[in-house]
């Protein structure tokens, strides 16, 4: 089977009904990113990017597209945050500083030991919950705290379609509605930084894909502790509606979009480290106090 234009097909759309050659795919794709970027994300002249780079597909086809697509001039700085798990980060690490080495952007790691004072695996052995309930607190600290550290104007990440469309329903399971929205696009809140997600339209397999295209040197282990998550039964019953009903992701998006209810959560700053919290004290500052019982000086 092949594209319209003659050539050799590289992807089925079903949603779409039509097969696409490397070079339609390719523009398809980037003309999707820049349409998502001018619609939701507008990137201003001289803005600070500050790309979440993992060293996954994700994030490396989005700092590829930061770096190569005609938008106002921009300074790029790739950070990668180090959970501490041991088998899978390491890799992601490598792969990501090699990786912004040849984009030739600045590179920087931040590090839940140097933060908490101990990995995420350290954390593991003592913890009754799930690592990504740790994992969701942490990073999304580290990542404003990175921002604002390193004087950036836009956190950029690389989260996908199927991202979004997990998140609208592990919201909806947690019976968290006006979180489904902001995933999309946050309020802006004094004290958190401006998050932009230039891939949240574009499915996760044509991501994949993309990157294949270019040859890029990724890293795809998976993290260990993923199977264990919501997510990955959420994953699993999208994929399979997906694959019965084609376009279903992308109806989810749009209803994400249409969603008009605004975010009404109220944020204080905390009374420890002077972050958005819902409460007097965050969960970034909570969380490090639980730890604190268990560190020992081997951590
Ligand atoms: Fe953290 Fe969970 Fe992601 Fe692993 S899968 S890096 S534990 S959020
Ligand atoms: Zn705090």
Do not use: W
Not at 150 to 157: A, I, M, R, S
Not at 164 to 178: D, G, K, T, Y
Not at 242 to 262: A, D, V
């Amino acid at each position: 089977m092949s594209c319209s234009c003659g050539g050799k097909a590289v992807i089925n759309l079903r949603y779409a009904g039509k097969r696409l050659c490397k070079t339609c795919f390719i523009r398809l794709f980037e003309k999707r990113v820049k349409k998502t970027i001018r619609e939701l994300y507008p990137v201003k002249r001289g803005d600070r990017l500050i790309v979440g780079l993992s060293g996954g597909k994700d994030s490396t086809v989005v700092l590829h597209m930061m770096a190569k697509l005609p938008l106002p001039p921009r300074e790029i700085i790739a950070i990668t945050i180090d959970e501490g798990i041991e088998g899978y980060r390491d890799k992601g690490l490598e792969a990501a500083k090699n990786i912004a080495k040849e984009y030739g952007v600045e590179h920087k790691v931040f590090r839940y030991k140097n933060e908490v004072g101990m990995s995420l695996d350290k954390i593991m052995e003592f913890s009754k919950e799930p690592a990504c309930s740790h994992c969701g607190v942490l990073r999304r600290t580290l990542l404003n705290k990175a921002v604002k550290e390193l004087g950036g104007d836009l956190l950029v990440t690389g989260h996908n379609l199927d991202d979004a469309v997990q998140s609208c329903f592990m919201n909806l399971i947690r019976n968290e509605p006006s979180k489904i929205a902001s995933f999309i696009k946050q309020k802006e809140t004094k004290g958190f930084v401006k998050r932009i997600k230039p891939l949240v339209s574009s499915p996760e397999k044509e991501v994949a894909l993309y990157a294949m295209l270019h040859n890029m040197p990724i890293d795809s282990e998976e993290c260990p502790y993923a199977r264990f998550s919501l997510r990955a039964h959420v994953r699993k019953m999208i994929n399979e509606l997906e694959e019965k009903y084609p376009g279903t992701k992308f109806k989810i998006f749009q209803s994400m979009l249409n969603i008009k209810s605004e975010d009404d959560r109220e944020f204080k700053l905390c009374e420890h480290c002077g972050s958005p919290s819902s409460g007097k004290i965050c969960m970034f500052c909570k969380r490090k106090k639980q730890y604190k019982r268990y560190l020992t000086p081997q951590n």
